[in-house]
């Protein structure tokens, strides 16, 4: 038997079987495992042979497991960034990393994590918690946006925008002004509902120091959310919701000379969703099912279902509080609007 360490506790690594009919006993084995710990985020419950301390601590029914095993490197061919995407049956990928390691997400309810030897347990956990569990979160059938969310009343807003364009930055704004966070860098929905939902996440916001000093906090006393680069992890359990929420407005952050919110039209908003989901610029488009007909159908849902702005502004840190209450005056407009127009 092979002991993989991760922290201070051996976890049993076991084959891992192909065979969708030999699924079901392959989870009911991890669940039964002596070092399991259990977990809740966008709406499941996690039970992982390994710790994952960015996640809510929670018992229920077990809806998905993680365990180790062995995971051969698919016979693809690995990219020039050193990663390969392969699905050798419906509902079931098989993703590598050169440096990572080998994963097989099965069936939406069950990850195989094959880690390269040595790695460091950080980055293990931001490529289980990142793509690997939005590769799952897809075989459900959800949508997932590149978007951080934060709750305005009963509602959520959402932000979207490539890697540095201040997702995070705007949710911990609002996070400071009594907003509660929902979400942050992966926005998982559930567009089936007659208002589409978003599930909450974990309470932890992702944020470089330069943000953080300018929010009153103090990074260096922060841990690394990634050990290879400066950007810090920031506790958002205040408020931290444990149910979907239905989304009221989906704001797309762009630069421009002053702050203003414009609406979209709804060819620019479709287009926007598809340029803005999750994967679509980390070159996991095929895993991700990006540019199907299914990922098409969810992401025009969305856009004949909820308002999308563009939040247009300056990149600089000093224009945050205004642009917060823009954004809340923006939001109290629109119930204001809806509160004639249902009279």
């Given at each position: 038997?092979?002991?993989?360490?991760?922290?201070?506790?051996?976890?049993?690594?076991?084959?891992?079987?192909?065979?969708?009919?030999?699924?079901?006993?392959?989870?009911?084995?991890?669940?039964?495992?002596?070092?399991?710990?259990?977990?809740?985020?966008?709406?499941?419950?996690?039970?992982?042979?390994?710790?994952?301390?960015?996640?809510?601590?929670?018992?229920?029914?077990?809806?998905?497991?993680?365990?180790?095993?062995?995971?051969?490197?698919?016979?693809?061919?690995?990219?020039?960034?050193?990663?390969?995407?392969?699905?050798?049956?419906?509902?079931?990928?098989?993703?590598?990393?050169?440096?990572?390691?080998?994963?097989?997400?099965?069936?939406?309810?069950?990850?195989?994590?094959?880690?390269?030897?040595?790695?460091?347990?950080?980055?293990?956990?931001?490529?289980?918690?990142?793509?690997?569990?939005?590769?799952?979160?897809?075989?459900?059938?959800?949508?997932?946006?590149?978007?951080?969310?934060?709750?305005?009343?009963?509602?959520?807003?959402?932000?979207?925008?490539?890697?540095?364009?201040?997702?995070?930055?705007?949710?911990?704004?609002?996070?400071?002004?009594?907003?509660?966070?929902?979400?942050?860098?992966?926005?998982?929905?559930?567009?089936?509902?007659?208002?589409?939902m978003v599930f909450p996440g974990f309470p932890q916001l992702k944020l470089w120091p330069e943000a953080l000093v300018s929010l009153g906090d103090e990074p260096e006393k922060l841990p690394r959310w990634n050990p290879y680069f400066e950007k810090r992890a920031r506790s958002a359990s205040h408020k931290f919701p444990s149910?979907?929420?239905?989304?009221?407005?989906?704001?797309?952050?762009?630069?421009?000379?002053?702050?203003?919110?414009?609406?979209?039209?709804?060819?620019?908003?479709?287009?926007?969703?598809?340029?803005?989901?999750?994967?679509?610029?980390?070159?996991?488009?095929?895993?991700?099912?990006?540019?199907?007909?299914?990922?098409?159908?969810?992401?025009?849902?969305?856009?004949?279902?909820?308002?999308?702005?563009?939040?247009?502004?300056?990149?600089?840190?000093?224009?945050?509080?205004?642009?917060?209450?823009?954004?809340?005056?923006?939001?109290?407009?629109?119930?204001?609007?809806?509160?004639?127009?249902?009279?």
């Amino acid at each position: 038997m092979l002991v993989l360490r991760v922290g201070r506790r051996p976890l049993e690594r076991t084959p891992a079987n192909s065979s969708r009919g030999n699924s079901r006993s392959n989870r009911d084995s991890t669940s039964t495992m002596s070092n399991t710990f259990s977990y809740l985020a966008y709406g499941l419950s996690i039970r992982a042979a390994m710790p994952l301390p960015e996640l809510v601590v929670g018992e229920a029914e077990e809806d998905v497991s993680i365990r180790f095993g062995h995971v051969a490197q698919p016979p693809s061919e690995i990219s020039e960034n050193g990663w390969s995407h392969s699905s050798p049956a419906p509902k079931e990928d098989c993703l590598f990393w050169r440096g990572v390691g080998s994963f097989l997400v099965r069936e939406g309810r069950e990850i195989v994590v094959d880690p390269s030897p040595g790695l460091d347990e950080r980055m293990l956990r931001l490529f289980v918690l990142g793509p690997i569990l939005a590769v799952l979160l897809r075989q459900r059938g959800h949508l997932l946006l590149h978007a951080s969310a934060v709750a305005v009343a009963d509602e959520s807003i959402l932000f979207l925008g490539s890697s540095g364009w201040g997702k995070s930055t705007m949710a911990a704004a609002l996070h400071s002004r009594g907003h509660a966070l929902v979400t942050d860098d992966v926005a998982v929905l559930r567009v089936e509902e007659s208002c589409p939902m978003v599930f909450p996440g974990f309470p932890q916001l992702k944020l470089w120091p330069e943000a953080l000093v300018s929010l009153g906090d103090e990074p260096e006393k922060l841990p690394r959310w990634n050990p290879y680069f400066e950007k810090r992890a920031r506790s958002a359990s205040h408020k931290f919701p444990s149910t979907p929420l239905p989304i009221k407005r989906l704001y797309v952050l762009n630069e421009g000379d002053a702050p203003e919110i414009l609406p979209l039209r709804p060819q620019e908003a479709f287009m926007e969703l598809v340029r803005h989901t999750y994967g679509s610029d980390y070159g996991l488009q095929t895993a991700m099912g990006v540019g199907s007909t299914s990922h098409f159908l969810k992401c025009a849902t969305i856009t004949n279902k909820v308002a999308m702005c563009s939040l247009r502004r300056q990149k600089t840190l000093s224009q945050l509080p205004y642009l917060s209450r823009l954004v809340e005056k923006d939001l109290a407009q629109s119930s204001e609007q809806g509160i004639i127009d249902a009279g």
